[in-house]
């Protein structure tokens, strides 16, 4: 609309251009027409040259008019896009505080009750120490009242055999002849046997006179043996116990871990590598304790018979898929990573930062690598550069303000 009221102006500065003329005719004749009849022409090509060029101005004004309007429309829409984005991000914050709270109080009693484990821990080595010291010291008394006792016994058979050649009788033969001489109570008798006794006593000359007293103290000592002997019996049936005890509570964890494990690595595989299938086993053993574990994968489209058939990034997968499967069932707060990805090609690194996205909100990943598929897929990432020799510089992005 503004071109055409800008040709009506023109047309009528045209039409007083065409009168201009005649009237300089009526006025000066027919000699200066000619000449003002040029400047009339020059006059009207100078307005025309000024009418396309005002033209065009309008039209790359009402170009740029548009463009600003689509432009101011598009930026409109990125507000509210960013604004929704820092309200999503702010309660994403809220929440990671949360968590970040509750894990801070989870690593403080897991972190108490590891003190109290290795205090429990240390107590029972220090029991379990002393009473193996005990047990070498009675160990060592008992050899040594077995070699007292053996030559107790020896002298005992010394002297009887002694007894026996001097005097020519048996020992026991003559102490039960005694015992039945006392019985009586005889007063000759025990006269007539005392005599006969001292005499028999002079024929047998000198005795060990100690004798007696060490056999008394050989059978204190073999009580008090015998005793301890008892206690330490007693000590080993607890410790026997107590080994018993920790080895079907280890047997019953295992069995709970191993289970787990097996559950966790059947699931994680297939996300690892898509159309696989891959299991845990154990090997037949008479104890749980004593069995090992068999890794058991089949790649889609491959049937494995050893390990050297798999590729490298295949051979990376399982062992993620176990380590994985290990670590969920304890996850911890950190987990880190170096360069576990150097060997996985494209699809093999989607499915591996796709696993590392569905767990990452219950631990926070640390990973080493130098791969810009992984690195596209974190939230923060931490660089070191060297801008000049011997100087380096650690350069962090967090990804969501970034874009």
């Known amino acids: 609309m503004p071109q055409v009221l800008r040709r009506d102006s023109a047309g009528e500065e045209d039409a007083a251009a065409r009168e201009e003329p005649q009237r300089h005719v009526s006025r000066l004749g027919a000699v200066d027409v000619d000449k003002d009849l040029e400047g009339v022409q020059g006059a009207r090509v100078a307005v025309f040259s000024e009418l396309r060029h005002l033209g065009r101005m309008t ?60 205090n429990e821990l240390a107590a029972a080595r220090i029991a379990l120490r002393e009473a193996r010291e005990q047990l070498a010291a009675l160990e060592r008394e008992a050899v040594d009242c077995s070699l007292k006792r053996e030559r107790a016994r020896t002298l005992i058979e010394e002297l009887e055999r002694s007894f026996a050649e001097k005097f020519l009788a048996d020992f026991n033969a003559i ?56 206690d330490l019996q007693a000590a080993v049936n607890d410790l026997t116990h107590t080994i018993q005890k920790l080895n079907r509570e280890a047997r019953k964890r295992f069995a709970e871990t191993f289970e787990g494990a097996a559950k966790n690595f059947e ?43 798999l590729s490298g990034g295949e051979k990376a997968l399982s062992a993620m898929a176990l380590i994985f499967s290990l670590f969920l069932l304890n996850p911890s707060p950190f987990c880190v990573m170096d360069e576990v990805d150097a060997p996985l090609d494209e699809f093999s690194l989607a499915a591996f930062t796709g696993l590392v996205g569905e767990l990452k909100q219950s631990s926070q990943f640390i990973i080493i690598t130098h791969n810009q598929r992984t690195m596209q897929s974190a939230d923060h990432i931490h660089g070191v550069t060297m801008d000049r020799p011997g100087i380096s510089r650690i350069i962090s992005l967090k990804i969501p303000q970034a874009a």
């Open 267 to 309: 699931e994680l595989f297939p996300k690892l590598l898509r159309g696989g299938k891959g299991r845990l086993e154990l090997t037949a053993a008479d104890d749980v304790l004593d069995a090992g574990v068999n890794i058991l994968v089949q790649p889609a489209g491959k049937k494995v018979k050893e390990i050297g058939l």
């Open 59 to 118: 039209e790359e004004l009402d170009t740029q008019l548009e463009q600003n309007r689509t432009q101011l429309e598009r930026s409109r829409t990125e507000r509210v896009e960013f604004q929704r984005e820092i309200s999503t991000l702010a309660a994403q914050d809220e929440a990671g505080a949360s968590r970040r709270n509750e894990l801070e109080e989870l690593v403080s009693a897991l972190g108490q009750r590891c003190t109290e484990r290795e």
């Open 175 to 230: 102490a039960r002849d005694l015992d039945d001489a006392l019985s009586g109570r005889d007063v000759a008798l025990d006269e007539a046997r005392l005599l006969e006794l001292r005499a028999r006593a002079e024929k047998i000359g000198e005795v060990n006179l100690a004798a007696e007293s060490e056999v008394k103290e050989l059978e204190e000592r073999s009580g008090v043996l015998t005793t301890e002997r008892a």
